[in-house]
């Protein structure tokens, strides 16, 4: 801001910017497009599953006099849209929450090694029915001070897509190391692995590499954004090492803390 005594003694205040070129307002700009694609891509994603929720809604209504048992199958539609919507929602919330600095992350010592543990537990049957074999190489006894939840939330994203981009038969395997200075998480996987280009903005928000398959997957592009803000929370980053049609590894490497 420029102070400016006005001719009449007012106090004008005049903000830099309007002296300066177009130019500079070009980063707000951009800001203010990047936001308002990001509500337009958001609403869109949210009124899909909710077309259905209300097409379904409607057939039952039609069919009152019917016995409920014969409208199941109506009703789980309903109630497997309405959980994709919820975790849908609950993800734009937290993105929301980490625009406005609202995400406050817990630093509390917690046993890494057996978080990995628990994660293999988690998603083995998954990993299973998919015809993914998942194994783990986890180093015993790492402890880490930070938010176990979103470290977790982080976690099984890399392995729900680690599952999801691999094709049968395949293999992923979740690994624990610690190094001199970092912990490091690595999933790697047998996948269908990244080109360059999809490696450079596979961290931005609603991005898919291929929108009709992975739609199919039911991802619908935040996972690894969320993913990516969580660690970056924790001060650490996510590396990718992937070569197409051979696979990809997403490594989490967090700072190692101070246990106190
Ligand atoms: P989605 O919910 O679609 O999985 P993500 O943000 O988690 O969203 O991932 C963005 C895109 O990155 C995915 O749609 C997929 O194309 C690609 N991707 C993520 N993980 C992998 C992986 N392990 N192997 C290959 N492609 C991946």
């Known amino acids: 801001f420029l102070l400016f005594i006005g001719s009449g003694g007012i106090l004008l205040l005049i903000p830099i910017s309007y002296f300066l070129a177009g130019k500079s307002l070009q980063p ?77 992350m817990k630093k509390e010592v917690f046993d890494l090694s057996a978080l990995c543990a628990e994660i293999i537990d988690l998603m083995f049957d998954v990993a299973r029915e998919n015809e993914i074999a998942l194994k783990g190489s986890i180093a015993e006894g790492i402890d880490y001070k930070g938010d176990e939840e979103r470290i977790k939330q982080a976690i099984r994203i890399l392995v729900d897509n680690a599952i999801k981009y691999t094709p049968g038969e395949g293999t992923v395997t979740l690994s624990l190391t610690m190094t001199k200075r970092n912990v490091c998480i690595a999933v790697k996987d047998t996948g269908v692995g990244l080109t360059e280009e999809a490696k450079k903005k596979i961290f931005s928000r609603f991005y898919r590499v291929d929108d009709a398959r992975n739609r199919e997957k039911g991802g619908v592009g935040l996972g690894l954004s969320i993913a990516d803000m969580i660690v970056k929370q924790h001060n650490g980053k996510i590396k990718i090492d992937s070569v197409p049609d051979q696979g990809s590894t997403f490594t989490i490497v967090l700072p190692k803390t101070i246990l106190k």
């Open 28 to 104: 707000i700009k951009e800001t203010f497009e990047n936001q308002k694609k990001f509500i337009a891509d958001a609403s869109h994603e949210l009124r899909t599953p909710l077309t259905v929720i209300q097409t379904n809604v409607e057939v039952l209504k039609l069919k009152e006099d019917e016995v409920l048992k014969d409208n199941i199958r109506w009703l789980n539609n309903i109630s497997l849209e309405s959980e994709t919507m919820a975790h849908l929602v609950s993800e734009l919330l937290l993105i929301a929450q980490a625009d406005n600095k609202k995400v406050i």
